[in-house]
């Protein structure tokens, strides 16, 4: 079982930036790939970003690419994501996951543990 809660959620303005952050506690952290997703209100959970176990892969949504970056500290059993060039379209709740398997990172159902979310709020 692995825990996971976000934080550094909040209200920006277009343009600002934003770093996100994962605690994970329970079984070993560093056995798991990590994932970031988002869900604004009346649309599906979608993929954001997602990073290998030992850091050294990662992938991004198109729409996030060249602003937003993935990143984790196995010691601090955290991974994190910085939210640069923000948009109003950004706007959702954003939900870090775990997963074991080391397929299907942009799949939801591929993930095994989630955190309840953080909200992130970009104003025009």
């Known amino acids: 079982q692995v825990q996971l809660v976000e934080s550094g959620g909040g209200l920006v303005q277009a343009g600002g930036s934003l770093r996100l952050s994962c605690g994970a506690s329970?079984?070993?952290?560093?056995?798991?790939?990590m994932g970031w997703f988002r869900q604004a209100p009346g649309k599906e959970r979608e993929f954001v970003a997602a990073i290998s176990r030992s850091g050294g892969i990662t992938s991004y949504a198109d729409s996030v690419k060249g602003r937003f970056a993935i990143s984790r500290d196995n010691a601090k059993n955290s991974v994190y994501l910085q939210l640069n060039s923000l948009k109003p379209e950004d706007t959702a709740i954003y939900y870090c996951?775990?997963?074991?398997?080391?397929?299907?990172?942009?799949?939801?159902?591929?993930?095994?543990?989630w955190g309840q979310g953080t909200q992130v709020t970009v104003s025009s």
């Open positions: 996951a775990a997963r074991a398997s080391s397929v299907d990172e942009r799949r939801s159902s591929a993930y095994d543990y």
């Open positions: 329970g079984r070993a952290f560093s056995g798991y790939d």
